[in-house]
């Protein structure tokens, strides 16, 4: 059976809830779904797609560099987005970070935490 590994690192949002930021389990990482909270204040600060997905990525990179991965060896991306209508907009975002077009979902639903207009979770090779 492959060892599981919690991982954790302050220099992205900590956990809300009774779950860890990733896990690693043999060669792949697991990230949970990370909202657009700044790590240094806790707050949510941005107000645009834009600006909250950028502060997602730049979670998702925390988090994935914490593991031992990067946006790079990325396999599959999860997105959920609170409005559709955001979606050509948070692709311009998107697509600057996962340049290797990793498989993908993209939904809308109706609440995210906090009031958020984005989540995003990876699953990524080390």
Do not use: H, W
Not at 64 to 78: I, N, P, R
């Amino acid at each position: 059976m492959a060892e599981i590994k919690k991982v954790s690192t302050a220099t992205a949002p900590a956990a809300i809830g009774p779950y860890s930021q990733a896990i690693v389990c043999g060669d792949m990482v697991f990230t949970s779904g990370q909202i657009p909270i700044n790590p240094a204040s806790g707050n949510v600060e941005a107000k645009t797609i834009e600006a909250q997905a950028e502060q997602v990525m730049k979670n998702l990179g925390e988090v994935l560099k914490a593991a031992g991965s990067s946006y790079e060896k990325a396999v599959k991306t999860t997105c959920f987005l609170a409005n559709m209508e955001d979606f050509a907009a948070f692709n311009g975002v998107y697509a600057k970070y996962f340049t290797t077009c990793p498989a993908r979902s993209c939904v809308a639903v109706k609440t995210l935490p906090k009031n958020v207009l984005v989540e995003v979770e990876v699953i990524a090779t080390l």
